[in-house]
């Protein structure tokens, strides 16, 4: 397995740590600073000597001691001495390379996928940005500094930070990387209650659920997961079931925060007593929320004969042909069957 380790690079005051900060905090990167790497090497001081001993490295090992240092890093992180690597390793972040030699390095590791953003700020902007003013004209006229500046011609994605705020920077640096996921990749799929409004989808719900990877019952109380936690379960190809509190598959995708293009399956869950059933609210609610599917919950008549069934082959005649009527008017079938309003478990017609 490949490690993704996306190097960030620039002059001094460019934004460096603050993209690198916002990447692990909001996709849980792991941020990885080569001042530590440096420290190792007897790097303690000033940023000057630093520079100076960044330097020294560079042509002692050909800029292989960061890549040694982020691969001692991935080490103890999950990959074994074959190279291989578990899947739970986190994304890598390395603020900053500061030399070709660095980045060629790491490039030229064949368990690393490198992918190199570099930022840019005119001087002036660099110098405010600055904590110690003193020092910054120092650094910045040191030669390892300005060499810095010729890496964009190397870069992926090269970002001017004084004309993007840090958000707007996090937003393009994270889709560069395809770190939202795949916009149309439809990974959610909904429970509605149908025209009764007593029926109960707690039961459907519950069986569902360990198919799933989140479960989420939007109710209006701002309450459960965040926009960003349902983006990043999207970006890692997470199944999500949602259990809507209304009869309206739109209302509940909008209180759910999630887009209409990631649905996967409507399931509409009736009651249904046969004679007595509302034909007419059953094609409203389908015309409303276009199911994918029917979850039915048998009661009156059609519970007294069907209640020990647990295969749809085993339902009598008035039932089949009744379930039948059902998918010929809401233009879906019926996949789930609870024989009689007590039944804890619904029959599936195929494997969910």
Known sequence: MVVTVVVVSGPIGAGKTTLAQGLARRFGALHLHSEDFLRKHGGVGSRRLCQELTVTLDRKTAGRWLAEGVLEVLHGHGRDASGRVNPATPRIIVDAVSSKPQLDSLRGNPGLRVEHIHLEA??????????????????????????????????????????????????????????????????????????????????????????????????????????????????????????????????????????????????????SEGSTFDWVGLREAASLNAPTDLAVALAGDLAATNWDARRFDQLTDAARHHLEEMEHVAGAPVSFLAPSLQARRLVERRPW
């Open 122 to 271: 005119p001087e002036p902007e660099q110098a405010l940005r600055c904590a110690e003013a003193d020092s910054f004209e120092a650094a910045w006229a040191h030669p390892a500094e300005r060499a810095v500046h010729g890496l964009a011609s190397q870069a992926d994605l090269v970002v001017d930070t004084a004309r993007t705020p840090p958000d707007a920077v996090l937003v393009r640096v994270a889709s560069r990387l395809g770190w939202y996921g795949r916009p149309g990749e439809r990974l959610v799929d909904l429970i509605i209650p149908g025209p009764q409004g007593e029926v109960d989808t707690r039961h459907l719900t519950a069986q569902l659920a360990p198919h799933y990877d989140v479960l989420l019952r939007p109710d209006g109380s701002g309450l459960g997961p965040s926009p960003e936690a349902l983006e990043d379960a999207f970006a890692r190809g997470h199944r999500v079931l949602i259990e809507s509190a209304g009869p309206s598959a739109s209302s509940c995708l909008v209180a759910a925060g999630t887009a209409p293009g990631r649905v996967r399956r409507i399931i509409l869950v009736c009651r």
